[in-house]
């Protein structure tokens, strides 16, 4: 009699009995994803129909159905998918671990196409069937309550059933690699962040030390597609916008899921990791069981990258301790890179031979990884690429942003500076070429920051000496093409006094009215203004009252609001007002008032809330001043404090 599971007649591909058997011993699997899933859906919204809570005006269990289901085809359905897919795997091809099991599966006469198709389909199974059944029961529980969202329900059921056929798909494909079963899920979880996981270590390898480096740009996208968890978790949400009129589910003007896109993506390229799985499996070696690895031409790609993760991850960990003690350097930093590549590799070269003694027929290929490590390094190192000196041509430069941290006063002017204009940008251009002339010196500076006690009127204060700040550098060229770098600049007040210096263009550029004016008065929200999109709702100053010896906020009158806000552009248009200052020196404490003008504005749209703008008021801003005065909100008795009043000290020696 023939077997069910034995069956050889031609053109059968499924073996039904196979597939029962593997639902049937591996039902742990499959019944706590169905559980889980039972939980979070129907259960969770039969219990909240118990209850007469309410959220964003509709009850919620309303709002379960058309926002909650949603959101839990995101980060959830990502999550359950990639973890449970991997254990679908693991169980069912579970025989190709085991020498015996192995021997005596492929021993039955059985095309290992069809014994593919019929365990691949077992593995799915255990996925997309608690998905199915977990789809009509929410579906029969939202009708029960009155609260049927089918297109929510059916956008949750298509995000479940091409996610678990992607990890799935991609939990097999690495399944055909290894001949151990631990193997399986360490593969199968290293490539699912792989790739975001080495540019993030090569990036901070090359910012150790090559000067203005931020990243490899053009890499950032592919890597995060490279690395499906990471890119679903970005791509995949959920907006909702609510009106403020209406009720219930009246009050939704919009619900819309993103990421379908992205995840049909992932679909197709668990189509492409099937057939790459079945190519694998029909090629594959019998008595690979046991081994790490069992694809020939994939060993050395195994070697190596293990080589590679080592030196760039522990390399570098060891070169950041001991940087304190050892000079610093891409020549500093190669020799760690070295000893853990080498590390790395003979690891690896262990577990692929299954034996501690592999060094000397494996010499040459640690070698080989060291000279491509030493070859890395030295190309940066001596800037071969070009890549340190590098400055755009001003013509060729779109936009250009630039960001410098630790400027004081610390209000919305300090921020990025975008700029379009061709003057500023041949500014930026400017500023950046000389960083670029300073790297020696910029290179070998103390970037600490450095303060003293001076004897001032009324006591002491502490003054900064010398500092640094982190300037971002941005251009977007004619193309699309984007150029970043970022340095640290150390600078005293000889630096910033001498106009040539990076020190002294920055703080030059920062001060120049029409970058103040954009910190201020964006030409965004100004154009908002102009729309009616946006609305000025008060302005405010926290001023001291010499009488009860406190602070006290007092609103701008309505009749003076127009005229603070000429005064105060008339300032910054004739550089009164807005000057920023890169070190807390003694003109930046007499000049700068210890409290802001708090202008603020409102949304026509209520659910975007309000904005306000903080504006640290100098003393060299005659007409602001003068027209707080005459407003009334400046008197004898209501005052301003500078930096320097707050800040000297008396103390007995």
Known sequence: MRSATSSS??????????WKKNMARFWPIWAVYALGWLVGLPLNLILNGQ???????MSYVRYFAVDTV?????????ATTLCFAILAAMAVFSYLYNSRSVAFFHALPLRREDLFLTNYLSGLSFLVLPAAGVFLLTLLAELALGVLDLRGLLVWLLVQVLLSFFFFSFAVFCAMFTGHILALPAFYGILNGLAVGLLYLVNQVLASFVYGYVDVGRLTELCDWLSPFFRLNNALNVETAWSVEGAGADRITMIQFHGMGTVFVYALAGAVLTAAALALYRRRQLEGAGDVVTVAWSKPIFKYGVGVCAALSVGQVFYEFFAYALPKGGWTLLVFLLLWGAAGYFVAEMLLQKTFWVFRGSWKGCVALGLVLTAFIAVMELDLTGYERRTPSPDRVVTAVLYATDTAPYDHGDGSVIVTDPELIEAVVDLHRTIVDE??????????S?????????????????????VSISYTLIGGDVMQREYRIAFDADTLADPDSAAGKLSAFLDRPEVVEEHYFPDDREQAL???TLRLTGIELEVWNTEQEEYETYPV??????????????DIAHGDLGRRYLMDDLERLENCYYTDLRINYEWSEAEKGGTSARITLQTTAVETLDTLREAGILDDTHILET????NVYNYED
């Open 643 to 646: 930096q320097f009043d707050r």
């Open 51 to 57: 209850t007469t809570s309410t959220m964003n005006g």
């Open 450 to 470: 450095d303060y003293e006690t001076v004897t001032v009127p009324g006591g002491r204060l502490d003054i900064q000496t010398a500092g640094s700040s982190r």
């Open 557 to 570: 009158p309505v009749g003076w609001r127009e005229e603070v806000l000429q005064a105060l552009q008339d």
């Open 439 to 448: 790297q020696a010196i910029q290179e070998n500076a103390q970037m600490g």
């Open 70 to 78: 949603r959101q839990l085809a995101t980060f959830p359905t990502v």
């Open 530 to 532: 102009a729309d009616g």
């Open 9 to 18: 007649e031609r053109g059968r591909r499924f073996y039904p009995a196979l």
